[in-house]
């Protein structure tokens, strides 16, 4: 029975230490997170608007774009 309660002690102790090692690390920059993510959310607002672009009629006309935007 001493011998489950030592294993258990060691298992918490690790996995709690671990978990407090592990925390200590700036994660976001080492794997540069915000860079890329940055960099994606781009890249995906070129591609949905080249698509919008390929696919549908933009209207230019100064005065039909005035009454859209005061809706």
Known sequence: MEKVI???VIILVLFFGLFYGL???DWM???KIEETTK???EKFGELIWDSINGTET???DES????????
Request: aromatic fraction near 4%; glycine fraction near 0%.
């Open 58 to 60: 933009i209207v230019k």
């Open 64 to 71: 039909v774009n005035q009454a859209i935007d005061s809706l």
């Open 23 to 25: 925390q200590q690390i």
């Open 6 to 8: 030592i294993r258990i």
């Open 29 to 31: 920059t080492l794997f």
């Open 39 to 41: 960099s994606n959310e």
